[in-house]
């Protein structure tokens, strides 16, 4: 238990760190050239996607340990 706690403290210091050396990237900085105009990627598409897809397997997990509940129940 001791191991899984020090790996849960060291992902949390690493994106502590990583989120503390960011710095931010700015497209519309000075440039002789135009203002940078992003392209439509249809990322906004996929986030209803994710959303489905992050809830289907979050409710495939949960119907795995009721079963394996109810398993252990009946034997």
């Known amino acids: 238990m001791k191991k899984i706690n020090n790996i849960f403290l060291l992902a949390i210091f690493a994106f502590g760190i990583l989120t503390l050396f960011r710095s931010p990237v700015l497209a519309d900085g000075y440039t002789p050239y135009g203002p940078h105009i992003p392209e439509d990627t249809g990322l906004a598409d996929a986030v209803l996607f994710n959303i489905v897809a ?18 252990n129940k009946i034997a």
């Open 54 to 71: 992050v809830s289907a397997y979050i409710s495939g997990l949960g119907f795995i340990g009721v079963s394996k509940f109810l398993s």
